[in-house]
């Protein structure tokens, strides 16, 4: 069974502290992705990587950074957090060729 | 611009009647997918069906099926005989090429209610 694993379900956090959201997939996936979902915006893409150590940014990637020094891992860095980033962080994973998401059960952030 | 727009916030539909969930999208490609994933109260989210632009057919899937018209440039969703564990948030998507690869947009949701 096809698995993305997300670490925290749920952090609060301090404005201006370092938030790291891990993301892990045991399917072999080229692709992987960071949504934030808010209410009335739907998902929003933040950044995506397509291979190890590469990365692009999607919609609205201030104030994130990403990493992916392994293909089963994508870590999502809030810097410095702020209030306007507590959102619902989705990840996901992908073949190359597909689009077909697999997303993991989400992480719940409140920032204070 | 929107490239994925859901007009309706929410829909209300009693068990066994038929349900439309409307999507419309914007795209200059001539190549294209679009998808439909369904998320319950428990936040997960769960793929339901997908069509090529390039797709004879209109895709079905059990009691989904999506009504495509390319013209029209809308991918709606249509669920029979719904179920009240139909009740549960529909986005719809479609690929979208970046600079170094593509990854699904997704339009704003429509919450559906489904009553006994």
């Known amino acids: 069974d096809v698995k993305v694993t997300q670490s925290s379900r749920y952090l609060v956090k301090r404005t201006g502290e370092k938030v790291f959201l891990e993301c892990v997939q045991d399917?072999?996936?080229?692709?992987m992705f960071w949504y934030r979902q808010d209410p009335g915006l739907g998902l929003r893409l933040i950044y995506f990587?397509?291979?190890?150590?590469?990365?692009e940014k999607g919609d609205i990637p201030e104030g994130y950074s990403v990493s992916r020094e392994k293909k089963e891992r994508f870590s999502l860095i809030l810097e410095s957090a702020s209030t306007n980033q507590t959102s619902m962080y989705l990840c996901a994973s992908s073949l190359v060729n597909t689009g077909e998401l697999f997303f993991g059960e989400g992480s719940r952030l409140t920032v204070l | 611009a929107q490239k994925i727009t859901q007009t309706q916030p929410g829909m209300f539909v009693q068990e066994k009647e038929a349900v439309t969930l409307d999507c419309t999208y914007d795209t200059s490609d001539p190549s294209y997918g679009l998808f439909w994933y369904k998320q319950p109260s428990s936040g997960e989210m769960i793929f339901l069906i997908y069509?090529?632009?390039?797709?004879?057919q209109n895709a079905t899937e059990g009691r989904y099926s999506l009504n495509f018209q390319k013209a029209r440039k809308s991918a709606n969703l249509v669920i029979s005989a719904s179920q009240l564990g139909d009740s549960a948030m529909y986005f719809c998507a479609m690929r979208e090429v970046y600079q170094a690869g593509t990854a699904l947009i997704f339009g704003k949701g429509t919450t559906l209610s489904v009553s006994s």
């Open positions: 990587s397509y291979d190890v150590k590469m990365k």
């Open positions: 069509q090529g632009s390039y797709d004879q």
């Open positions: 399917m072999d996936h080229e692709n």
